[in-house]
């Protein structure tokens, strides 16, 4: 079996983003196959559609959010073996070039190691912020 881990990223975590080297080589010296990241440019204080698309509101977990792409290149310099992943990027929010330019550097910094997914979020307050 395999285990990843999220790095720390939401909330409560977002404020330690400076231990994230630390953590990224802690949970690879534990046995870690992969760490990963999501992405969350803000939560609405008022959405009009909640999170995953259902209801109305959305978990206060979300917000604040660290840099996906800053997390993941810190982990990829402070880790040897690790899978570094992107759950879901919202590709649709950056521009292709810049995104394409931020992967390549990542998974070059982590000699091959990245695994970037893709998707199109579900929330409007992000599309009017971008």
Do not use: C, K
Not at 10 to 26: I, L, S, Y
Not at 77 to 84: F, G, R, W
Request: hydrophobic share 50%; net charge negative; aromatic share 8%.
């Amino acid at each position: 079996m395999r285990i990843g881990f999220a790095l720390p990223q939401f909330h409560r975590q977002a404020f330690e983003v400076a231990r994230v080297a630390e953590f990224a080589r802690e949970v690879e010296r534990a046995g870690a196959a992969s760490l990963w990241v999501g992405d969350r440019n803000l939560a609405a204080v008022q959405p009009s559609i909640g999170y995953g698309g259902q209801g109305t509101t959305i978990p206060p977990e979300l917000n604040p959010a660290a840099d996906p792409f800053v997390l993941l290149a810190v982990a990829a310099a402070a880790t040897e073996h690790v899978l570094l992943g992107s759950h879901v990027l919202i590709a649709p929010l950056y521009p292709p070039v810049q995104l394409a330019r931020a992967l390549t550097t990542i998974d070059l910094i982590s000699g091959g190691r990245l695994l970037a997914g893709f998707g199109i979020g579900w929330s409007p307050e992000e599309y009017e912020a971008a």
